[in-house]
């Protein structure tokens, strides 16, 4: 079959390898239909996870067709249509067991990074019956593709920021990540959502989607400032830092209010500074994580009543046989690119 392959910094191509096969009976073998590139990819093939060893099949975010099951598979059978979490659970360990599901023992996140990912024609899905979803016949892969990964993470963002209606919530980071954020945030009945962001296509798209009320500019206003002008000199309630870069992790700390909550979902390659001589008298909640992917079967209900449509974020939509210019021009954000989808090769 094709996979999209990493060999090392900067070096991915197109090869053909050897199908998966069942490896434990709680595996599944699911027919890729619909990927999408994530952040996270773009970290590994620049060589920010060195950890990822030269061969791996790259690609966590997906749908697809059971092809086969192992025999301890029993919530699916081939051919059901399905999205796929990217955190792989157990159930059973110690984490599973307390609902840590992105620590499992057995799991956490390894598809494209520990094990191989989605960018290929198959992949191989551990712990099936508790990684996948049954798509409803009334969506398409496109409507849920966003579940197993982005989406679950800026809800998992918005949820750790314990959000109160009538809020003033600033995601830091209106990419695709802290779109999700955005949408999700809305769920809580926030007064306000700001999105902050060099980028103003991308300030003014969130805002046109309706997933932000504002958009700040940190390059032409003062956010810190911007923020309290909202909320009576307080500052942010809730800031959400989806990025993983300095001046974002910097503007979420300096702009929640005193009490406030900063959760922060953004991938970090680098060390962060707290100055705790200021922020200790502040009582904020700092929360982090990685997703924590247990919401998947509400957000798939929440977009098949129409309360959440996170499509629009989808730019480009390419065949799988044209991945390595989908990278290219998810990383270069080519024309505007947001989210770059591949289809299956017919
Ligand atoms: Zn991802
Ligand atoms: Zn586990």
């Keep these: 079959m094709k996979a999209f392959v990493y060999h090392g910094p900067k070096n991915m191509s197109l090869d053909q390898v050897p199908n998966p096969v069942i490896q434990r009976p709680t595996d599944a073998i699911v027919r890729v239909t619909t990927s999408t590139i994530c952040g996270t990819d773009k970290h590994i093939r620049n060589g920010g996870l060195p950890e990822v060893e030269a061969g791996r099949v790259i690609g966590h975010e997906f749908c697809g067709e059971v092809v086969e099951i192992g025999a301890g598979v029993n919530k699916f059978k081939k051919g059901d249509n399905v999205a796929v979490s990217c955190i792989t659970q157990c159930m059973e360990c110690y984490y599973c067991k307390r609902g840590i599901y992105s ?7 390894i598809f494209g990074y ?21 798509i409803p016949d009334s969506l398409a892969d496109e409507d849920v593709l966003f579940v197993g990964d982005i989406l679950s993470t800026g809800y998992f963002g918005a949820e750790n920021g314990s959000i109160q209606p009538g809020d003033t919530v600033a995601v830091f980071g209106s990419g695709p990540v802290g779109m999700c954020a955005m949408a999700t945030a809305r769920l809580w009945g926030p007064a306000r959502i700001v999105a902050v962001d060099i980028d103003e ?12 009320d504002y958009g700040l500019n940190p390059q032409k206003v003062d956010v810190t400032q911007a923020l309290k002008d909202f909320t009576s000199g307080r500052g942010a309630d809730v800031t959400i830092e989806a990025n993983g870069f300095e001046p974002t992790f910097k503007g979420a700390i300096a702009g929640v209010r005193p009490g406030g909550t900063v959760s922060v979902i953004g991938v970090f390659e680098k060390p962060q500074i707290l100055e705790m001589q200021n922020l200790w008298i502040q009582n904020i909640t700092l929360k982090m994580g990685l997703v924590k992917a247990n919401h998947i079967p509400e957000l798939i209900d929440l977009i098949k009543e129409g309360k959440l449509n996170m499509k629009p974020l989808i730019t480009h939509t390419i065949p799988l046989s044209q991945v390595a210019e989908g990278y290219d021009i998810f990383e270069q954000r080519r024309d505007n690119a947001i989210k770059v989808v591949l289809k299956a090769d017919a």
Excluded at 103 to 109: A, D, K
Excluded at 115 to 122: N, R, T, V
Excluded at 201 to 212: D, H, M, P, T, V
């Design 103 to 109: 620590r499992c023992e057995n799991g956490s996140w």
């Design 114 to 134: 520990k094990i191989d990912g989605c960018q290929a024609d198959y992949v191989r899905v551990p712990y099936a019956d508790s990684g996948m979803y049954l």
């Design 201 to 212: 296509s991308r300030l003014e798209f969130a805002i046109k989607q309706g997933w932000a």
